[in-house]
């Protein structure tokens, strides 16, 4: 059976677009003798599809990383949050906890569930499942947690660990144990990615030179970081990519550039003489194909020629006018994804190839056979079904017809494998009956080679068909453990793996003789031999591995992962040395010399279902077989792109509301149907015709603005009936699932408009809208007079409360005036004549009685001073208080022999302050400096005023004296409780040190003014 290759979706504007490309390539290379202008134009136009299909999602977000999950969902990292878009509209993602941003990282997929990304603070593992995140962080040696600048680049899902920089160090993080192990320190640079063909990661900076860090994740030596030798400088672009295996491909503002890995000598890619110009991002989404933004010319395509040299450059048209995008990614599907900061996500699918697909029916495949000339599949619902391969036919076998196969490979589940041993095995090792083995080993699995058939029991036994008997291997013993695989290459080397543990290899000749183990964790399906290069492949669990065969037997194989992200199920060589492989749900092909992947999934016509373990090999010719849980495919590498014919959609036996019938003549150019909103209930056939096999097709179909989801027959016609419709417009489509496999061959699209009602016309609607809006208006009418009212209530209790404040300052300040006119005229006549009576005094005693009525004259006109200014309202400042606060302290201190430092801070803002408060602060500073001349025994003293946070306002007054031991002073004794109560009067406090070298007083309060 051949199989029939890919076949382009085409529409009419991507025939036009692809047909144009290659008519303008083939003029310019005519034209200016342009060498690569034709396979460039060529290649083009086979991507022409994707061009005219560019899905552009507006996005405001700042997008740093994007990646796509397993289920199809695109996962987009910002500043700000994690989004997520399904093909239809981006949502958050609600990922990350408040606090957390900047995302740092792509995204990975463990595969339980769980996304695995960095930000900017630390490690997020976000469960889906559940929806909940859980964040890790690095301890710092001195204690605590570092809190910052962490960059998850590789991610293992076989070992659950994470490889991430935290600063400028390299750590592996496990999930087993939720620990951090440090790899190296002192790494430059911000962003890391890893080499597609080897260990080697790359480091560089945003705006530095970059380099190779030599790391292996499976190692634990100190790497070295090499930087390249020749870089411009400037900020690079998004990651260097991987065009060879010592070969890089380094993008940044001077343009693009290759590099040697062995010697990191840069070398710049100049096309007509000149660099590229300021790359933001480059991108190779197929082989020898780049796409690359740059700041002033937008997007270009850039071909590449078998040098790695520049052959062809042309703008990419799509985008038109839109802003270029600052970061491109690639998916493991192959789509690309571009991302502008703040304006757009798009994103579009270079190519797609489809292949032969048999179907088996409802059912899933178990296992099976292969002999030169026909495959056996066995059903677990029982049936068999098999393909002869000269005449191509695949069918179901009847019950009891016998199948002649040697056996020679097997495939499948491990409990259907038993079925397809032979009788003497069944009774030697499986039959309670046997006199020989009471006890017998169960069978564990069964392993299919070249020309050889064995199995493993559970006891760690090895035995071998040959010639009708099981004989028991002469092998090394397993010590009871599990022989999980083994394979002989005839004339070269023997393979066992034991308990998922370890790979061992045999000598032929002699296969008790270990030539060497190797440390495996992990699974191993299928095994292929490259003879020509002295290579074997192993499918495992965690991916294609790739064993180098000794040129001398004793020396250390060691594997190298080739595919490590999905666990291969099965590979196969076939003629021409090109390696195929199969992983869940996907079909990939690997060419050794080029170490380039080609991967084709169920989107590129390999059929549904999953891909079973060890499920392929070779056919008669140059054809190969892998089998799925579901289907067959069959594939021939020489010719993989052929086209197929498109399969017609046919709508049939319409009724409307389940009376009126439209005749099949009618329905054949109708492309709209108007339905009444009391008779909206359709239903109608729809069958898929293709001519080479009426009875495999299939059709799938939704009506779009009802139901988005593809809803696939399982019958060549179907009856579709939808009822009780909601007004509106529809447009219902349908396409073929023709007999290979191919979706959307051929389409039907029918739009469907039901009548709307009268209350949900517009006229209805604007009358009831008015209605609500008067209504809303007399509403707001009456709130907004009431809030008026209020306020004029407000305004009028302002005014009383004025009025009064008014009053009382008022009667304050004449107070102060009738004080400052009659007590103080009358104190200053005491005070005059006091001293007259002193000069006159003849006796002693006179003078002492005469010079005490002057000190208490004096001390009065003092304390009249301070309560006059104290009730004056031009005083109430704290600007006011301050100088009177500094002149009182001068005169007060230098009277008697004392050095004062007044500093007052600039930034300190005047505020007002009521009397009280400026009264209580100035007697709270009195006492302070009265004790200072009376108990401190200091000859300097300090005064600072400065503003705090919140709006307070601070005083400090110190004093270099002797200090004092406040335990030891009575209660009152110096006024320390008088000040402390004046202090609580203003809502403020008061605080005192006090030590040998001095004390100091620290008031805090609040000024009047503060809206704190």
Aim: with cysteine.
């Amino acid at each position: 059976m051949k199989c029939k290759s890919a076949e382009w979706n085409t529409s009419l504007k991507e025939m036009i677009s692809a047909a144009a490309a290659m008519l303008f390539g083939w003029v310019y290379s005519s034209l200016c003798n342009w060498r690569w202008a034709p396979q460039f134009f060529l290649s083009v136009a086979c991507v022409g599809s994707v061009l005219a299909q560019l899905n552009v999602v507006p996005f405001a977000e700042t997008c740093g990383f994007i990646s796509r999950s397993p289920d199809g969902l695109v996962y987009l990292g910002t500043l700000e949050d994690v989004y997520v878009y399904d093909g239809l509209a981006i949502r958050p993602g609600s990922m990350i906890r408040r606090g957390s941003h900047n995302i740092q990282s792509p995204f990975f997929f463990d595969g339980r569930g769980n996304v695995w990304f960095s930000c900017y603070d630390g490690l997020v593992r976000y469960d889906r499942n559940t929806r909940t995140s859980q964040k890790f962080q690095c301890r710092i040696q001195a204690g605590g947690f570092h809190n910052s600048d962490y960059y998850a680049f590789d991610f293992d899902s076989i070992r659950r660990e994470v490889l991430l920089k935290q600063g400028t160090d390299v750590y592996r993080f496990s999930e087993r144990d939720s620990s951090f192990k440090l790899l190296v320190r002192g790494i430059p640079g911000r962003r890391m990615c890893r080499n597609d063909y080897g260990n080697q990661y790359f480091c560089y900076y945003y705006t530095d030179e970059p380099g190779i860090l030599d790391l292996d994740s499976a190692s634990v030596n100190i790497p070295k970081f090499r930087p390249v030798t020749g870089w411009p400088g400037g900020k690079m672009a998004q990651e260097m990519l991987s065009l060879a295996p010592d070969r890089l491909l380094i993008a940044g503002e001077g343009g693009l550039f290759l590099a040697e890995i062995s010697n990191l000598a840069l070398k710049p890619m100049l096309w007509r003489g000149q660099p590229v110009g300021d790359v933001l991002c480059v991108v190779m989404p197929m082989q020898d194909y780049l796409l690359v933004s740059t700041r002033d010319r937008g997007v270009l395509e850039v071909a590449l020629d078998p040098g790695g040299s520049i052959a062809a450059i042309r703008p990419f048209g799509p985008l038109g006018e839109l802003p270029a995008p600052e970061q491109m990614f690639v998916d493991a599907g192959g789509t690309v994804f571009l991302s502008s900061y703040g304006h757009y996500i798009a994103h579009f699918l270079p190519g797609k190839q489809k292949f032969r697909v048999l179907r088996f029916g409802q059912f899933t495949a178990g296992s099976g056979r292969f002999a030169q000339d026909r495959l056996v599949l066995n059903a677990l619902s029982g049936k068999q079904f098999a393909l002869e391969i000269p005449g191509d036919a695949f069918r179901e076998l009847a019950p009891g017809e016998e199948v002649a196969l040697p056996p020679e490979r097997s495939f499948g589940k491990n409990k259907l494998l038993i079925e397809a041993l032979p009788k003497k095995y069944l009774q030697t090792f499986v039959s309670p009956e046997n006199e020989k083995y009471r006890h017998p080993p169960q069978v564990f699995r069964l392993h299919a080679g070249d020309g050889d058939w064995m199995l493993s029991s559970t006891d760690g036994r090895l035995f071998r068909w040959n010639a009708g008997t099981w004989e028991e291997q002469d092998c090394p013993s397993a010590g009871g453990k599990l022989i999980n695989f083994c394979a002989h290459v005839p004339g070269v080397l023997s393979l066992s793996a034991v308990n998922l543990e370890m790979l061992r290899f045999h000598d032929p000749e002699d296969p008790q003789k270990i030539i060497s183990k190797i440390p495996f964790s992990g699974d191993i399906y299928r095994a292929a031999f490259d003879n020509r290069r002295q290579l074997i492949y192993l499918a495992t669990t965690q991916g294609l591995l790739q064993l180098q065969l000794p040129q001398w037997r004793d020396s250390l194989i060691s594997p190298r992962p080739v595919v490590g992200e999905n666990a291969c199920r099965c590979v196969v060589l076939d003629r021409q040395g090109t390696l195929w492989l199969t992983t869940r749900h996907r079909l990939l092909r690997y060419h050794p010399e080029k170490a380039k992947f080609e991967v084709y999934s169920e989107a590129d016509g390999t059929g549904p279902g999953s891909f079973l373990e060890g499920g392929c090999g070779l056919l008669k010719g140059d054809s190969l077989y892998f089998v799925k849980d579901q289907c067959l495919v069959v594939v021939d590498p020489n010719r993989i792109r052929l086209q197929s014919v498109p399969v017609p959609v046919i709508l049939s036996n319409m009724s409307i509301h389940y009376g009126q019938n439209i005749a099949d003549d009618s329905l054949a150019g109708m492309t709209s149907l108007f339905l009444s909103y009391r008779r909206n209930a359709v239903g109608f056939d729809v069958q898929a015709v293709d001519y080479s096999d009426p009875a495999s097709a299939r059709v799938r179909y939704r009506l779009e603005g009802h139901n988005e989801r593809w809803i696939v027959s399982d019958q060549p016609r179907t009856h579709v009936q939808y009822a009780l419709l909601s007004p509106g417009r529809y447009r219902f489509v349908a396409e073929a699932i023709s007999t290979d496999g191919t979706v959307g061959s051929g389409r039907r699209i029918l739009h469907l408009e039901v009548e709307r009602p009268y209350w949900m016309r517009w006229w209805f609607r604007m009358a009831v809208a008015a209605a609500i809006l008067g209504m809303g208006l007399v509403v707001f009418r009456a709130y907004y007079l009431r809030q008026i009212e209020r306020r004029d209530l407000v305004l009028r209790e302002q005014k009383l409360l004025l009025d009064r404040q008014q009053a009382i300052e008022k009667e304050r300040s004449r107070i102060a005036a009738e004080m400052h006119d009659d007590l103080g005229s009358g104190l200053t006549t005491i005070r005059y004549l006091s001293s007259r009576a002193l000069r006159a005094a003849s006796t002693e005693e006179e003078r002492l009685q005469i010079g005490r009525i002057a000190e208490q004259s004096n001390d009065l006109v003092r304390s009249m001073s301070e309560i006059i200014w104290a009730l004056n309202v031009r005083n109430d400042s704290l600007y006011n208080l301050l100088a009177y606060l500094r002149r009182y302290a001068f005169e007060y201190l230098e009277d008697r022999g004392l050095q004062i430092e007044w500093n007052q801070a600039a930034s300190l803002q005047d505020a007002p302050l009521s009397g009280e408060k400026r009264r209580n602060v100035h007697l709270i500073a009195k006492e302070a400096l009265h004790n200072i001349v009376r108990h401190s025994g200091a000859s300097r003293v300090l005064v600072h005023a400065k503003e705090e946070n919140g709006g307070f306002v601070s005083i400090s007054i110190c004093d270099n004296g002797h200090g004092f031991d406040p335990a030891s002073i009575r209660d009152g004794a110096n006024g320390l409780e008088n000040m402390q109560r004046r202090a609580a009067r203003i809502s403020g406090k008061l605080d005192v040190a006090t030590s040998p070298e001095g004390t100091c007083l620290h008031l805090h309060f609040m000024a009047d003014g503060s809206t704190h």
